[in-house]
């Protein structure tokens, strides 16, 4: 059964750093292309980053750029969002997702997704 | 990046059909088969229903279908049930940008 499980998530003041996880099973991270979406509070979807199943391909939404970097461990099989040099915001629920074989193959399957709030 | 342009809100009784428009530009729906529409309840993760414009992945009901119009992809709900009440989002592929795009989001609500 594929399964992804996010971790990381909490409170945060701006400026400050969080890393989130997204422990995959049930596949092997290495074959798909691994996407970050982002929902703020009562707000639409929005894609935040992607990264191709080798890692050497990424692509960022423009309010991330420079302060995001997503990363994957294809041995845990697990994918990684830093981020830094936070604002009020990137608060929102962030998901990993699983795509397919081409960055533009639909997102079939979702983590639960993980909170993430930017105040002081 | 810009967004697809969905109505905030539609409604239908049980039973009905209904349709949400998913409108963009011959950068991303008009020239491109990857629109997808995912179908999320409050408080929890999205679910994929139509892919490549009118797909259904395995387990996604019949009663929901996609197609496409020049700039504007559609999903169709037929025979509405209760448990279609949710907000549906569609996406597509843009060739203005690295990133795909996603729609603002329709909020459907069963009367």
């Known amino acids: 059964e594929v399964q992804m499980v996010e971790s990381g998530g909490g409170s945060v003041q701006p400026g400050g750093s969080l890393r989130l996880s997204c422990a995959a099973s049930?596949?092997?991270?290495?074959?798909?292309?691994m996407h970050w979406v982002r929902q703020a509070p009562g707000k639409g979807l929005v894609w935040v980053a992607r990264i191709n199943g080798g890692g050497s391909s990424t692509t960022y939404a423009d309010p991330v750029k420079g302060r995001f970097t997503i990363s994957r461990d294809n041995a845990k099989n697990t994918l990684y969002l830093q981020m830094s040099s936070l604002r009020t915001e990137d608060t929102a629920v962030y998901y990993c997702?699983?795509?397919?074989?081409?960055?533009?193959?639909?997102?079939?399957?979702w983590g639960q997704g993980t909170l993430v709030t930017v105040s002081s | 990046q810009s967004a697809l342009t969905q109505p905030a809100s539609v409604s239908g009784s049980p039973g009905q059909s209904i349709t949400i428009s998913c409108t963009g530009t011959s950068s991303d729906v008009g020239n491109y088969n990857y629109v997808s529409w995912y179908q999320q309840y409050p408080g929890k993760a999205p679910k994929l229903m139509i892919y490549d414009v009118s797909n259904r992945p395995s387990g996604v009901s019949n009663r929901f279908s996609g197609s496409k119009s020049g700039n504007t992809a559609s999903l169709t709900i037929s025979g509405l049930q209760a448990e279609d009440e949710a907000d549906y989002y569609c996406?597509?592929?843009?060739?203005?940008?690295?990133?795909?795009?996603f729609g603002g989001g329709t909020k459907l609500t069963v009367l």
């Open positions: 049930g596949f092997t991270l290495s074959s798909y292309w």
């Open positions: 997702a699983r795509g397919g074989g081409y960055s533009y193959d639909p997102m079939e399957y």
């Open positions: 996406t597509s592929y843009t060739s203005t940008s690295t990133l795909g795009v």
